[in-house]
């Protein structure tokens, strides 16, 4: 990354606000397929760089949770769409989480295979279809044709379109912003925090006490 990672003991008020939405709850447990913090307590992926303007980041993040947590487009069908987006900008950190997201949307092996070459994937159902579509068209020429556009809002009705339109606008800025700033991956094999436990501050050591013996 081209910036420093944000010290959560040197944070501002606002910073730690946004710091704790990515460090509880939802975001952070079992089930989750991908996390936004590492063991460390380091923010990941987008937040990493939000975390340095909580004044953009704040709306930024309420977009994100309404897109994974409230968006009426079913799940898989979502994750089709935010995969075209990714490997349309070659995002490594989209892809790192949404091949997750998707492979625990159901999603297959094989599934994910055709959308990193953009092909659609076989046995989807008309909506994910539509979507698949519709994502297409509007990564090639930023809108849709009349028929198109009547054959998306038949399937998602007016609402879900504009949810899809806005999903993949976010994905989109998400893709440069995390290009711009050098995002990348975790590595492999780094556990994330336990659900209920307290990411450790960066600079700060453990009491004996908060220390767990081994399994």
């Known amino acids: 990354m081209r ?7 040197t944070m501002t008020g606002e910073q730690r606000a946004l710091y704790d939405i990515y460090t509880s709850g939802k975001r952070v447990a079992p089930d989750s397929p991908f996390t936004l913090v590492d063991a460390d307590g380091r923010l990941l992926g987008p937040p990493a760089i939000w975390i340095i303007n909580p004044v953009f980041g704040r709306p930024l993040q309420q977009i994100g949770s309404a897109v994974r947590y409230g968006s009426r487009i079913p799940a898989r069908a979502r994750e089709i769409a935010i995969l075209l987006v990714g490997h349309h900008h070659q995002s490594a950190f989209e892809l790192y989480a949404h091949e997750r997201a998707g492979a625990a949307a159901g999603l297959s092996e094989a599934d994910l295979a055709a959308l990193a070459d953009r092909r659609e994937p076989v046995g989807l159902s008309d909506i994910e279809s539509v ?3 519709t994502t297409a068209r509007i990564l090639d020429a930023g809108t849709v044709t009349d028929d198109e556009f009547r054959a998306a809002t038949e399937l998602l009705g007016e609402p879900g379109l504009l949810e899809l339109t806005t999903i993949v606008g976010y994905y989109n800025m ?3 912003q995390l290009a711009v700033f050098d995002v990348q991956p975790p590595v492999e094999g780094v556990q994330p925090p336990v659900e209920g436990e307290q990411p450790p ?3 700060v050591q453990p009491s004996a006490s908060d220390v767990r013996p081994p399994a």
């Open 3 to 9: 910036i420093d990672d944000v010290d959560p003991a």
């Open 131 to 133: 979507v698949f579509r």
């Open 174 to 176: 998400v893709a440069w």
């Open 201 to 203: 501050v960066k600079g």
